[in-house]
Each structure stands twice: as C-alpha cells, then as structure tokens.
C-alpha cells in the first residue's frame, strides 16, 4: 500500500503559499454546504506512521475550518471501564450527525493492527477483526456516511531520520515519546501488519487514502485537497444513486401457512396456578440478577409483537423482579430528528448496557425489518441487508459478554381484536388504542411475512428467537419468565 | 433459518393441477425472453438435506424449461485430479454466460459444510471460508449474475419420517444410500452448522431461499415460482442500476511526483555481461522448472508494462530456457463476445495452470484497473471494487499452491517515443505499432496515475509487484530472469 508513498513527495514553498488560502477559502465553503444541506455525515479516520505529521495535520484542518462543526476524538487504549462495554460502542458515541465532519484520531483500527503486530493476537484473530471492521463500514457507507480513511506515512529511512532530526534540537527533542521510539525498533513488522490491514479493508465504498508525511507543505495540501474534492464530489450527487433491488420476491409460501399460524394457541394457565408460579419465577429471577458472575455479563432482553401482544405488561412483570439499579427499561417508537441523522443501529448502541447491567427493549432495532419494512420507510435494498447487519451486531454484544434474549409475543388476529374492542372501551385503556393499530391491523399478512423472515433469519444459535404464545397472557408471562431464567442460567453456568 | 420450513407447507393436488400449467408456460416464456436479451446469466445453486428432493427438483424444473439453455452441473467430492487446480477452478468452468441458466447441484457450500460439520476441520477455518464465498458472491452479483440459492429443508423428524417410508417399500428403498443413513445420524450438527453457513451468506445481493421439502407439490411450485419471479423481476429492470460512486479524486498527487518516474533507469548492461549472464540465469532457471518440489507448485508469471515496454521478448528469453510442456504464454487482448459474456476473472481463471506448471500472461486481469480504467470500458465503481477483487483471487491462488510473481517493465515516455520511431521505421517492426500506440502515449500522465494505484493496493505479501526499470533491454531482461529465479527458490525453500 505504500509504495508511492516513499518516493519523496514534497510541496515548495511557493505553491504552499499561492494555494493554502484558496483551499483554507474552498474548505470553510463546502463545509457550510454540507451543514446547510445535512444530507450525510463525513468521518474521517487518521491513522499511519509516528511521526508522519498526523496530528500537526487534524491541526491544521481544525484551523482551516470552523471548528464548532468538527469534532475531533483521540482514542487511547482501552481503559478498564471502556472494557465494561463492547468494543465499538465508545466509537459509535462520537458518530457525527448528518451535516457535520467527525475526525477520529486513534479509532477500530488501532487496537487491531497493535495487537497483532506486537504479537498479542494471532492473525487469525487479525483477519476476523478486519472483517469485522469491513461489515461495519459498509453499513456506514450504505447509510449514508462519507467515509475517509487517511494513512499518513514515513518510509523506514524517513522515519528515522525524522526521530533524529527532532532529537537533535532542543527545542523539538520533547516531542520524541520513548513509546515513539520503541515503536521504531518495530517498523518492519508494525507495517507489515498495516499493509495485510489497509488492503483487506480497501472496499469501493471507503479505500484508503495513503499520504506521504515526510514534507508537511504536502500532506496538509493533499489531505486538504482530498477532503475538499471527496465532500463535494459527493455533495454535487443529488442523491445518493438506488442500489439494486434484491431477489427475494414475496409470492411465498404459496399455501399461506405461516410460522405464527403454525403456533399452538390453546395453552393457559389458571389464576391460582399463575399467581404461584409467578412469585417463584420472580423470585428465581432476582436471584439470579444477583449472582456475582453477573457482574462479567450483561443482559439484553428484547421484546417484539404485534399491537396488544401484552409486551408492556410482561416487562412489568419482569421489572417487579429487579432492582432498580440493575436494569433499564427503553421504549422504542419512531426516531425522532436527532436519530435520523445516525446510522439507524445508532440509536440502540446508546442503550447497551455495560457488564452487570440490563436493558429491556420495549421494541428494538428489528422494527429495520417490521414497521420500516411494511410501511416502506425504507427501501427493500435497505431492510435486505439489515439481516445481515443485525446479526453481526447481535454477534459483537455477545462476543463482549452480553447475553441477547429475544421474545415474539405472539398473538392471534380474533384475540388482537378482542383487546382491541377491550381497550376501546375501557376508558383507562382507551388512550393505548389508536387509529394506527387499526391500520396496522389491516397489515396482518405482510407483518406475517415480514416476522417470518425475520425469525428465519436472526434466530441465530447465540441469539435465538423465543416465539411465545400469547393469546394466554398468563400462560405467555410464565413462558417469558422461565424462558428468560433458563438462558441466564445457562450462561453463567457457561462462565463456569 | 429453518423456523419457517418445518411447519409442514402443503399444496393440494387441486391446486398442483390448476397451477402446473400455468408455472410451466411462464417459466418457458421467461427463459426465452432471458436468452433473447442476454443482459444477464442466471446461477441457481441447489443445496439442502438429504431426501429433501433436491434431485427431483432439479429434474422437475429441467423437464418445465428448456434443457438445451440450462446447464445441470452435479459436483462430487474434490478428486485427486481437480485437487491439482484451485478449490474454485472448477465452477468457474461451468458458470453459464448472458442469457443462460446454470444449475449447480453439489457447489462451493457442499465441502465447507460437511467439512465442518463433520469435525475434518476446525470453526475458525470455516468461518474464513464463507467469508470467502461471500466475498465470490457480492463479485459475481456485481458482474450482474444473478444469483438464486435454494435450500431444500426436512426437519429430523421429517426426514426419519421420509427415510422410513422409502425403506418400507421395497420399490422405493433402493433410493436410500447407506451415506444417507449415516448422515441422518449426523442431523443435528449438520443443520447447525448449514445454519450458520446460511446466516453468514445470506447477504442483501444475494439471500438463501428456504423451502420445505417434505410435500412435493408445494416444493416444485414454490421452486418454480421463486425461480420466475427473481427472475422476472429482473428483466423489468430496465438496466442495471449505477452503483454508488466511489471516493478517491483524481486530484493526487499534487507534485506530480509518480512511483514510475521515482524509479532509476540509468542502470545498463554490456552485451558481453548480458550473453554471459543470460545463459547462467537461464540455465538457473531450467534448473528450477524440473526441481521434483515444484509439483506442489504451479507458476503464475505476469507482465504488464507500457506500449514497447519489451514484454513480449522478455517473454521469450524465459521460454528459451522452458520445456515447452511445463508452461504456457497466454498474450491478453480485448475480450472478444464470449468472454465479455462472462465476469471479468473468467477467461483468466480458465488459464490457471495446474500443480507442476506454469502460465506466462503476456497482460493480464489487470488491464480491469488499467486500460478499462483510463479509457472508461467500466465505471468507476467496478474498477474500484477491482482491487479487493483482486487481491482475493490471488490469495486463493497463493492458497491453493499457485506462486504468483508479478513484473511491471517500466520505461519513460522518452525511451518509449525512440521504440516507437524505430518500430515504425524498421520495415519488420512494423507491424507493431499501430495509431491506437500513439493514442495511448497521449494519456501518458492518466496510466501513470492508474498504475501507481494498481500497484499501491495489489503488491502483497503474497503476490508483490516487481517494478522493472526497462529502457535498458539488457539490465531489464537480466533482472527479470534473476527475480524470478529468487522468487521461485524461496518458495520451493518454504515448501521444504
């Protein structure tokens, strides 16, 4: 990846002079267009050499333009507290809005491409981290984020004879750290880490951008000038172009069975019965939110179903179990303003909870591929390869320790309208009852088939979907709670 | 994945009557209309549990269509003969071209699975597998094959069923394998691994299609029916839409300092140290070619270089000193109407030499990121997503035992303007220059650009670029020879 980028490239003085100003002037323009017309965010990633100028150079852009619209993040390493959450989530805290530049110095590459070349990490476990970060990416590029990647780079001879040349005075000597230096006894290998890392995560939408550091004249111009012809090149798009449709087409399954319909609804519970089991279930379940091997796990339950499945009413159940400091519960509706202009996982990593804690998702990220899908507020490219997504999403929690428990409160259309007719007319219920469940309602088939698919394909071995029958809402509360000890059980037992 | 295939879908001999014909004139109608525009080629992999009816489904579909435009490909377990060419060479042998279908039944998931689930080899290998298949998919999905993957499920009970019933009879229990016995055996691990095979390639471009395969009507028409509307669908499409366009600017670099134009090409060599040199390293490399170790090997020779770069005689000095049955000189034209029929790596994937032997590319795939790139034959888009491309195919090579040494001769426009007056003056050259030579010399500062990104993101560990500086024939050719020769030692060292 570096080759033309050791062959001394250098900017003189005169040029700097002639075409700092005009770049200064076209920088601050474009970034008043790009928050004037918010249509994308723009992340930029800095990352290369010691010494190669890369943080002189987030300077000098943070001097060229407003800084009130850039925020620039610096990542150390993991602390012990950010250990408490899985890894990417202190990343997606700073993701910029739409219409605003977010500079991330140290970021998901550094800690992989350390690891490994200091030889903490296999490359085995290299790779799949590169995957890992090339999912991620993609998702931000097929939600909108401009992306750019920058390397800024010293050749080995270079790099030493800057470590030098800093040394030699005075003045600068400070600036040389001995982490600086010992990471120089490494170049070879520091780089052949970064080069398997640049290439494997060089997609279309988000190729690295290689910047020679040894003249700053040249990397602050280049960087500049790419940054400047990257946001407008993309700003005059008037939209971003449709991708192409997918393949799945919705004539199936021809016999309209479905997964919901094949449920057994007949099962109940008598009040007596209910009311014992319900105590005993609360009380295995606090419990178990006690046991100090929770405290290396987290909790997320999920839950899902149609209008007047009884989802509210079981998390309360559940709540009555737990200590307040344990857990939170998030109610999930339409995104407001602020979470529109985030990636749309975006809003949900907010909430992860960190290890010793839970989170119940009173609805979640799967109205992607639910609401958005049926009432087509997305596109079907866009809900397509949200399975996907979600999946590798629900993947990164669980590899972080957190234990996803996912529950489809299913209920059957004659019992959804006798709660619906209920609500109507109890007038403590009325306001739970809306002219949009009506409408939902009349979309019976197509959410059908929309949880059909979505329990097909994010019902995984880590995080598999729990369908409950529910037109029993007690029989569906003991199912839910039981269902929801046995798991946690299960993995604390797995922690030994 | 499986949740919705195990409810027991039925279709009704009334409705199998009513509908049959109907499928069958559509299926018909639809194939002639794919053929007569030949936009696209249609790849339909068939895989699932035994005793499923993928086979009859497979004869179905081909008694509804027209056999002579669909290619059935039935693939076994890996031969010691197809063991000598990569894992891939030989589907890439029957995919069809624009305006066919091809039907692969046994494909690229059968050996990963069953490696997998049958504990031959570990997680982490199959893991990076589908990686790998994911990574073939998205390609060809982007070279526009459209891609149907059909998974033909039983739920074990199901398939104990359906194997007991075929047993019973003594008219039907010839049609169950002592394989088949075994592998009902081995159900539950091999659906828990099928399912995260099918998770993990279940991507937006491409996604799994499940089908209960327990009543044979409902399995021949919803196969049928999937297969006409993916397929439908996409003949709607008036073309196929542009994908998003990639970042880099043309922009850089700002000093106009170029890779080529760092290099040095004052180096020479007398023709007495050239002839006396040239025999030894010849003699060298004959040497090399018939070392018993390289047939675990095979040798995979690129030159690219500029118009009179000296490819073609530099090829020659390496076969003077070859058996000609170990190698063979692929020289890389356009492509002509059969190959532009098929993705972009297929004419070269049917050059790939097996173990024991070696392929010269006189041009190569290359020319995707060059000539395609500068003169606009693809989009900006395609030749971007090249580079990843690219580098997979050449690990999958390197994988398989395939050493990949690549050579670009490097001249500069001056010395490439004196070959050019000499050519068209020395009758017997004549012939070798052409107006389209001095049309290309024009976009001199264009090629220079593509060819420092090309070797930017394609020099890898694996499979580096060699640049040659060349405006001295000798020292070029010397050098040549002499990389060659090292490249092939250390890899015959590495082998033991």
Known sequence: MFESAEIGHRIDKKTWKAREPELRAALLEMQFRLLREARFA??????GVDLAGRGETVNVLNEWMDPRHIRTEAFGPISEHERRHPEMFRFWQVLPSK???????GNWYTDPVSAHALGHETREHFVRRLERIRQFERMLAAEGVLLLKFWFHLSKKAAKARMKELQDSP?????VTPQEEHNLKHYDE?????????RKTSIGEAPWLVIEGSDPYYRYLTAGQLLLDSVNRRLD?????????????????????SLLAAQDYSRSATRKDYEDRLETLQGRLNGLSRDPRLQQLSLVVVFEGMDAAGKGSTIRRLTQALDARFYRVIPVAAPNENERAQPYLWR????????????????????????ERVERFCSEADWMRAYGEINEFEEELSDAGVLIVKFWLAITPEEQLRRFKERSET????????????????????????IGDMID????????WHVIASDNKHWSRLEVLETLCDRIEQALKARG
Not at 427 to 450: F, G
Request: zero cysteines; hydrophobic letters at 40%.
């Open 457 to 464: 394909r994010t019902s995984t071995q880590i995080a598999p």
């Open 427 to 450: 007038p403590h219920k009325n306001y739970k009852i809306t002219d949009e469940d009506w409408r939902n309602r009349d979309k019976w088939p197509q959410y059908e088939q929309a």
């Open 190 to 198: 520091f780089i052949r880490v970064s080069d398997e890392a640049l």
């Open 348 to 371: 949900f990593w907010r909430y992860i909870p960190k290890l010793g804690h839970a989170t119940l998702f009173d609805r979640s990220w799967y109205g992607r591929v639910l609401v």
């Open 42 to 47: 723009v992340v930029i990633l800095v990352n």
């Open 99 to 105: 219409g605003h530049v977010g500079i991330l110095f």
């Open 171 to 175: 003045k600068t000597a400070w600036r």
């Open 237 to 257: 798009q008037p939209l971003a172009p449709p991708l192409p449709a997918p393949l799945v087409p919705e004539t199936r399954p021809l016999d309209r069975l």
